[in-house]
């Protein structure tokens, strides 16, 4: 079954500190990663995209990283602000399919 | 935000009542989607549309129902709601020609539905 699993479901930091984000797929046959981050009571907002022959790729403060051998993704956040408080979703898509599989998301809280 | 826009942002309704959802967006975009978010889960596609009256249901398709008679319009119905209905519902739309898979997708902010 095609799953995607973040981790932590939490994470409290802050602000200045650094922090990263797990995501573990199962997803096969593979076609690419994105990250999201969804701000509360708004819809999610794209990070990054990475297909099966990129392991990394920088927005930002954001830089997200891509170990398709071990289906493992992480997304790293450097000197923490504020406004990076938010819930960070991972959806990994599948080769020649219309789906998207959701992550349910890490909840981030950044703590002056 | 790609020129999305849902309404209304927020309802409460009563169970068995029919409930009708609009998504409107400004760039003529080809693909659009209809998703709720639920405390646990992570976003799941209902129904989606690849153009004018041309839809197909997603993974929790069962009572949703959906119509797409312009490109700028995606609605979504609840025939009659539940209590399980409760629950965020997001638009989406791919920029792009491919769909899903490949092309970046862009949501709107949201319509918060209880259902009493």
């Known amino acids: 079954k095609n799953q995607v699993e973040q981790s932590p479901q939490s994470l409290i930091i802050l602000e200045g500190k650094n922090c990263t984000l797990q995501?573990?797929?199962?997803?096969?046959?593979?076609?690419?990663l994105r990250w999201y981050k969804q701000d509360t009571g708004r819809g999610p907002v794209s990070l990054t995209i990475m297909t099966f022959s990129e392991n990394t790729k920088s927005n930002g403060r954001y830089t997200a990283t891509l170990d398709a051998d071990t289906k493992q993704s992480s997304l790293h956040i450097t000197a923490s602000q504020l406004s990076d408080s938010a819930s960070y979703i991972c959806v990994v898509s599948a080769r020649n399919t219309d789906k998207l599989i959701f992550g349910t998301g890490t909840r981030l809280q950044v703590f002056p | 935000d790609a020129g999305i826009t849902q309404s209304p942002r927020h309802k409460v309704t009563e169970t068995g009542t029919p409930v009708t959802l609009r998504c409107h967006q400004t760039e003529n975009h080809r693909y659009m989607y209809w998703y709720r978010q639920d405390p646990g889960h992570g976003l799941r596609l209902i129904h989606y549309?690849?153009?004018?009256?041309?839809?197909d249901k997603g993974e929790v398709s069962d009572g949703y129902s959906v119509s797409r008679s312009k490109t700028e319009d995606f609605l979504l119905t609840l025939e009659s709601a539940t209590s399980s209905q409760t629950s965020v519902y997001f638009c989406?739309?791919?920029?792009?020609?491919?769909?899903?898979?490949?092309?970046?997708?862009?949501f709107g902010p949201g319509t918060r539905l209880t259902v009493l």
């Open positions: 995501c573990n797929y199962t997803v096969s046959p593979f076609s690419n």
């Open positions: 549309s690849y153009g004018v009256k041309d839809t």
């Open positions: 989406a739309i791919s920029v792009g020609t491919s769909g899903l898979g490949t092309d970046t997708q862009y």
